[in-house]
């Protein structure tokens, strides 16, 4: 786990390279090596004991720290600002480990419709098997969220930002300053938005969490999950995942290190291409809705201006005749990849029903709001052109 030390500010860019590289590497090595090893050997007892009781730094077996873990967890921790960091095996194992870590039976947790669908299914019906009661509340229905906040004691507050795959945008502030009020854990998804474009500790939150496989690796090459926040909540849930297990195998953090440094770059360009293509799909007459904060017509477009810095890589749209226009759609795009996840270099295509609510019975993906036509696009650095091309042609082609 990384924890914050004096340290002189740094534009994102510049600490997506450098953080967690400062000091000589081993060898003179100009980056991060793979620390394969599992356990760390000592000269001395008292030396080990120092480690082993946090006294002094070091590590002493990698299901706990690793050096090369160590490295993505303080890139992670200076991108968003917190005090602390530690990392997991998936962004699942980050959601997970975060959420049974800080709850205890009796606890309620307050959060929206529209969370991702592996975080929803722990609402619905993980959580509550221990105890937990998990109170879900319409995104748009911000009243209604803050009466859920007040409304018997709210112990944690979970929000997601941008939504995934609808792209609705959430009050950071607001709400977060409604369960501080309340005494709650204020946690976010950042997996959508990231550090570049959006920081939700500077807007109230006490921690933040991704999915680290998606925008902050970019590749689709490697598996991992990142908390950042409060020191001690941060400290909490690192010595349940240190116990659980769920810890971030060294390959993959070297992948999420080397990622990392082309982060906002890439994001950048992801912003670029997002919007031109948010913007071409609004005019296409098969098309019935676009979903993209960065759209003038998106009902929280103002609220997105105010807490983003931009307005990432992701979209989804609806066509004309649902789940049979998708299935004719899909198959056309010559270069977007019929895929599952997001945040890589290439552009991602899918229904929620095969990528971010698979796990969800259609009934229920109806009630959050998310129709069979939808698509979800995780749009890539590919010139932007291209894309507009690719898509014209698969939407005319039918």
């Keep these: 786990m990384s924890g914050a030390e004096s340290e002189a500010p740094m534009g994102p860019g510049t600490a997506a390279v450098w953080a967690g590289e400062e000091g000589p590497l081993p060898w003179g090595s ?3 090596p793979i620390v394969n090893s599992v356990t760390f050997s000592y000269d001395d007892v008292d030396g080990w004991l120092d480690v082993a009781l946090g006294k ?3 590590f002493i077996y990698s299901r706990n720290t690793n050096p090369t873990v160590h490295a993505f967890e303080e890139k992670m921790r200076v991108l968003e600002g917190g005090e602390a960091a530690t990392s997991f095996s998936t962004g699942m194992a980050a959601i997970s480990n975060t959420l049974f870590a800080l709850l205890s039976p009796g606890d309620r ?3 929206v419709l529209d969370s991702y669908g592996g975080t ?3 609402f619905t019906d993980f959580l509550p098997r221990f105890g937990v009661e998990a109170v879900l509340r319409d995104t748009y229905d911000q009243e209604g969220i803050e009466r859920a906040i007040r409304e018997g004691k709210c112990s944690l507050l979970y929000l997601e930002t941008p939504t995934n795959p609808t792209l609705k945008v959430l009050d950071l502030a607001r709400l977060a300053a409604a369960g501080r009020e309340a005494g709650a854990t204020v946690v976010v998804d950042n997996t959508f938005a990231t550090p570049i474009n959006q920081r939700p500790l500077e807007l109230g939150a006490h921690l933040v969490v991704h999915s680290a496989t998606k925008f902050l690796n970019g590749h689709s090459d490697a598996m991992g999950g990142v908390l950042v926040g409060d020191r001690a909540l941060v400290e909490k849930v690192f010595h349940f995942r240190e116990i659980n297990g769920a810890s971030l195998h060294p390959a993959s953090a070297y992948f999420l290190v080397r990622g990392l440094k082309t982060l906002e ?3 950048a360009r992801q912003n670029e291409n997002a919007l031109a293509l948010a913007r071409f799909l609004e005019k296409r007459p098969e098309v019935e809705s676009v979903n993209y904060p960065g759209l003038e017509s998106h009902p929280r477009h ?3 201006r105010t807490q983003m810095r931009g307005f990432g890589g992701m979209l989804s749209f609806s066509l004309s005749g649902g789940m049979e226009a998708v299935k004719a759609f899909l198959p056309r795009l010559r270069l977007a990849h019929r895929a599952a996840s997001l945040g890589s270099v290439g552009t991602l295509v899918g229904p ?4 971010s609510h698979v796990e969800v019975p259609i009934e229920e993906r109806a009630a959050a709001g998310i129709p069979e036509g939808l698509i979800r696009v995780s749009v890539g650095i590919e010139n932007a052109s291209d894309i507009l091309a690719d898509f014209r042609q698969a939407l005319t082609t039918g």
């Design 30 to 32: 100009v980056t991060v």
């Design 56 to 58: 002094s730094e070091g």
């Design 109 to 111: 947790v307050v959060s």
């Design 120 to 122: 929803l299914k722990l």
């Design 265 to 267: 770059l890439r994001v």
């Design 302 to 304: 103002d609220i997105a």
């Design 352 to 355: 929620p029903g095969t990528t």
